[in-house]
């Protein structure tokens, strides 16, 4: 397996809420909550991803492919205003192909895996100049990210699957002598891996919540204490019995892909209540496809990097919807 990385970093409080007081021509950050839940079984990836509207005007958390190996869920930061454009600037949008350095390449001391640092940093680059553009006081609460980026997919050179979180803070300083101009920079991406487990541990489902305070009940804890909703989908399909045996002994690696996801698909209308929802799944030899796609309509107007992306090219966009 990879190596485990926890950077640190320098303690800031960094969850981007623009005030209400703002200058109209500040540029504003929309933001994404909601919780993320994965199952990595024997030949593949489901995951889900469960919108939480964090503010009246949030996003929900949008998922897109990074490379050819890894998805990204987003949340936070991941969507900007800034006043003289029409449309918002998306975090998610125009993400090139991610290729590792070549072997032996310099990399920072403390840094990730040559492809993870690849892929931080380029979205570092991406966040920097609207990050740059906050000039008033952010609401902000301890030790929370700007944005962050829940990264699903296949480690290169066969190492197998694996999730990482990766967290992007930011630090103001006030820069004027009337102390209502501050300056925000963004701080280098900390890496945290949550798959796979260490040695000899449980094989679970894996849930990342944003933000961390969220109180929903974890699936594997709905699983254990035996909910009313999955006692009756377990009652119902003997596959989903299975399902549920081999989560709760931990051997969630254990089951098909395709049962994987039929059983996720059957939880998430009680698990995401009122909250809007999508699905979809990462196959062993690449490969991403929409169990539940987005609500959002697929834009007309195909992105010049789009059309350069070769034809065989993994994706994400959208296929018909699902009712949900």
Do not use: C
């Not at 300056?183 to 944003?210: D, G, I, M």
């Not at 539940?292 to 834009?299: F, G, K, L, T």
């Amino acid at each position: 397996m990879r190596t485990r990385i926890l950077l640190l970093l320098l303690p800031v409080l960094t969850l981007a809420v623009i005030p209400a007081a703002a200058q109209e021509d500040e540029i504003v950050a929309n933001l994404a909550g909601g919780r993320v839940i994965i199952h990595v079984a024997n030949d593949g990836i489901a995951f889900a991803a469960i919108d939480r509207p964090l503010e009246a005007k949030s996003v929900p958390p949008r998922v897109a492919a990074i490379g050819s190996s890894h998805v990204g869920v987003f949340f936070g930061a991941s969507e900007w205003q800034v006043p003289a454009q029409p449309m918002p600037i998306r975090l998610d949008k125009n993400i090139g192909d991610v290729r590792p350095t070549k072997a032996g390449a310099y990399r920072p001391p403390g840094s990730g895996e040559a492809d993870l640092e690849l892929i931080g940093v380029g979205f570092l680059e991406k966040l920097r100049p609207l990050v740059a553009q906050l000039h008033h006081k952010i609401d902000l609460k301890p030790d929370e990210p700007l944005l962050q980026i829940v990264l699903i997919g296949y480690a290169p050179q066969g190492y197998g699957a694996e999730v990482w979180v990766i967290d992007y803070r930011a630090e103001q300083k006030i820069v004027n002598s009337t102390g209502d101009f501050l300056q925000t920079s963004l701080l280098r991406p900390r890496f945290t891996q949550l798959y796979p487990p260490e040695k000899h541990q449980a094989k679970t489902l894996v849930e990342v919540n944003f933000p961390a305070s969220a109180q929903d009940i974890p699936l594997i804890g709905m699983i254990q204490a035996n909910d009313p909703h999955i006692a009756q989908l377990r009652s119902s399909d003997v596959r989903f019995n299975k399902v549920a045996e081999h989560i709760d002994r931990g051997q969630a690696s254990k089951v098909t892909m395709q049962d994987a996801a039929d059983f996720l698909r059957a939880t998430l209308p009680f698990v995401a209540g009122n909250g809007h929802f999508v699905e979809a799944e990462i196959g062993e030899n690449g490969g991403f496809d929409w169990i539940v796609p987005p609500q959002e309509p697929r834009e007309k107007v195909q992105r010049a990097q789009d059309k350069d992306r070769p034809a065989d090219a993994p994706t994400l966009m959208r296929k018909p919807d699902v009712d949900h």
